[in-house]
């Protein structure tokens, strides 16, 4: 299949010089480009629903984040933060699909949401937390329709685009790895096999088994083999547990079984509690810097993950870059200011979109599904405890090794391209930051194009992005030196 651009097309620019449009094609297909993206309607619906499942915890997660006091004493209803990140998710990932028609589904930013818990909560109250999600989803829009944003995207050398692929492949393995509890934090040593240097409990033992199958179906050509892996391990966990064989108390996630009633009536009493203004205690200085890290956390880690999904899903051209980006970078900036409505904070593209992908997903068909599967989350979300987090996790892990596959791309005997790439690979999981890794690796490659007396190969956008990655990481010695806290 050759490499498309993720911008739309008309009927016409579909087909492609010297093509003949397939005659008879649905408007379903006509309008999401499925067979020009050599794709299929099952394919894009199959891959809607892996992304839903690898991305399902974040409807827990994100709440679990957010349910801390803000300066006030205030707290956000449990109910009601599951309600936000199930509609904030839902609307934003449907409006990538219709309007983006790419396969990239989004929900709430853990790094903007823990960016929200434990530095600007703790100075303001939620409503005026959610406030700054709205400043700095304007400010990326602003980027967006400025261009800005797309020429920073094109402006990032092939290798290192390579490398922000390769990294979110090891940061979601990594990710995927702990959540299983296949990888715990060690007494004497930083991480360990499991809580004490040894798996323990059936739960970890069932994402092994999850994880080998998926490989073991993949390595047979089978498709769909990473939903066939979830589901399978789903049933098989939720079997065990019915039976007595897995004490209830060992799943991290709670037990796959459901509590009570299925269907929930959802919660809006947070929908449309923002505040602007009121400022004044903590400065004008502070509320310039909650901003900027804002939109350091949903500007660069969005781009990484685009760059990374988009490129894996072959939505590239040759040189690695994606022109015509503008309505899903728009969008993607939107989820910003649509989260800090919904009261769920900033909405940003997740990594975990790479399982649809995985799946065969090309087109924003598999988004709607997605999006879709969110928003039935707001009547049932009792059904979203099903899918234990262990099995849930090995699909993480497949999609990471999958994504890995990159470094065949690379030129690891020249220095100048293989030690950015280095360091933008092991800074992601080890920092627990994309946006960190991809800070290192531009830096690290605009130090090394100087040594070498290439100044002039750098490009005026990644210059700026140098002196913005440096800010970035000197940001806490420049706010201690300001006296801002």
Known sequence: MTQQSLEPTTAAEDAGEGTRVPAGRSWLDRYFHISQRGSSVAREVRGGVTTFMAMAYILLLNPLILSGKDVAGSTLGQQALITATAFAAALTTLLMGFFGKVPLALAAGLSVSGVLASQVAPQMTWPQAMGMCVMYGVVIMLLVVTGLREMIMNAIPLALKHAITMGIGLFIALIGFYKAGFVHQGEATPVTLGPAGELAG????????????????????????????????????????????????????????????????????????????????????????????????????????????????????????????????????????????????????????????????????????????????????????????????????????????????????????????????????????????????????????????????????????????????????????????
């Open 202 to 485: 059936w739960p970890v033992l069932l994402f092994a088994a999850t994880l080998l199958a998926i490989f073991m179906l993949q390595a047979r050509g089978i498709p769909g083999a990473i939903l066939i892996g979830i589901v399978g391990g789903t049933v098989l966990a939720v079997v065990l547990n019915a039976l007595g064989v897995i004490d209830p108390k060992q799943w991290a996630s709670g037990a796959p079984e459901l509590h009570g009633s299925a269907v929930s009536m959802p919660d809006f009493s947070i929908f449309g509690d923002v505040e602007f203004g009121g400022w004044s205690e903590v400065g004008a200085m502070t509320v310039g810097m909650i901003v900027f890290t804002l939109v350091l956390a949903g500007f660069f880690d969005a781009m990484a993950t685009i760059i990374g999904v988009g490129t894996e899903a072959k939505l590239a051209d040759d040189k690695g870059r994606m022109p015509g980006l503008s309505k899903a970078l728009f969008i993607d900036g939107a989820g910003g200011a649509i989260g800090g409505v919904s009261g769920a904070s900033g909405q940003t593209v997740f990594v975990e979109s790479a399982t649809g992908v995985g799946e065969g997903a090309r087109t924003g068909l598999s988004s709607v599904v997605t999006g879709l599967f969110f928003a039935a989350c707001l009547f049932f979300t009792p059904l979203t405890a099903i899918v234990p987090g262990e099995v849930a996790a090995a699909a993480l892990v497949v999609i990471g090794a999958m994504m890995m596959m990159n470094a065949r791309h690379v030129d690891w005997a020249d220095r100048a391209t293989a030690i950015p790439v280095f360091l933008t690979v092991v800074i992601m999981p080890f920092t627990y930051s994309i946006t960190a890794g991809v800070a290192a690796g531009v830096i690290s490659y605009v130090a090394i194009k100087i040594a070498q007396g290439k100044a002039r190969e750098i490009g005026a956008f990644m210059w700026a992005l140098t002196g913005i990655f440096l800010v970035f990481f000197a940001l806490n010695p420049i706010e201690t030196w300001m006296g801002v806290h």
